[in-house]
C-alpha cells in the first residue's frame, strides 16, 4: 500500500501535465503549486517528525549522532536539545536631567 501510495504521489503530477492542456491555465498553475507545496511539507514532516522505527527514523537518528546531538543509554534513545541562546538584555536609555518649565503665576 505505501509504495502504490507513494508512486502515485509523483506519477499523478506527471499524468495531470500530459492530460492537463485541456483544463484551463489557472487550475494548472493551482495543482503545481499546491502540489509542490504539499510534497515540501510532507519531506520536511517525515524528516524532522518520523514515525519511531521507520527508515526515516533511524536516518534522523544518525543526522543528530554525526552532530552529537543524540546520546544512547542502555539501548535509550535520548535527543539532546541545545537550549536557544538568550539574547543580551538591551540597555535602557538613561533620560537627561533638563531644567523643568517654571508653571508659576504669570506676571
Given at each position: 500500500m505505501?509504495?502504490?501510495?507513494?508512486?502515485?504521489l509523483y506519477l499523478?503530477p506527471l499524468v495531470?501535465?500530459f492530460?492537463?492542456?485541456a483544463f484551463p491555465?489557472?487550475v494548472?498553475?493551482?495543482?503545481?503549486?499546491s502540489?509542490?507545496?504539499?510534497?515540501a511539507?510532507?519531506f520536511?514532516?517525515?524528516?524532522?517528525m518520523p514515525?519511531?522505527?521507520?527508515?526515516?527514523a533511524?536516518?534522523?537518528?544518525?543526522r543528530l549522532?554525526?552532530?552529537?546531538?543524540l546520546?544512547a543509554?542502555?539501548g535509550?534513545?535520548?535527543?539532546?536539545e541545545e537550549?536557544k541562546?538568550q539574547?543580551?538584555?538591551?540597555q535602557?536609555?538613561?533620560?537627561?536631567?533638563?531644567?523643568k518649565k517654571?508653571?508659576?503665576?504669570?506676571k
Amino acid at each position: 500500500m505505501f509504495k502504490q501510495q507513494r508512486m502515485m504521489l509523483y506519477l499523478l503530477p506527471l499524468v495531470f501535465a500530459f492530460s492537463g492542456i485541456a483544463f484551463p491555465l489557472g487550475v494548472m498553475f493551482y495543482w503545481l503549486t499546491s502540489n509542490i507545496w504539499t510534497m515540501a511539507q510532507q519531506f520536511l514532516v517525515i524528516r524532522n517528525m518520523p514515525t519511531p522505527g521507520s527508515e526515516a527514523a533511524k536516518a534522523r537518528e544518525e543526522r543528530l549522532a554525526r552532530k552529537g546531538k543524540l546520546i544512547a543509554k542502555d539501548g535509550d534513545i535520548i535527543v539532546v536539545e541545545e537550549p536557544k541562546k538568550q539574547l543580551p538584555q538591551r540597555q535602557q536609555p538613561v533620560g537627561k536631567a533638563r531644567a523643568k518649565k517654571q508653571t508659576g503665576p504669570k506676571k
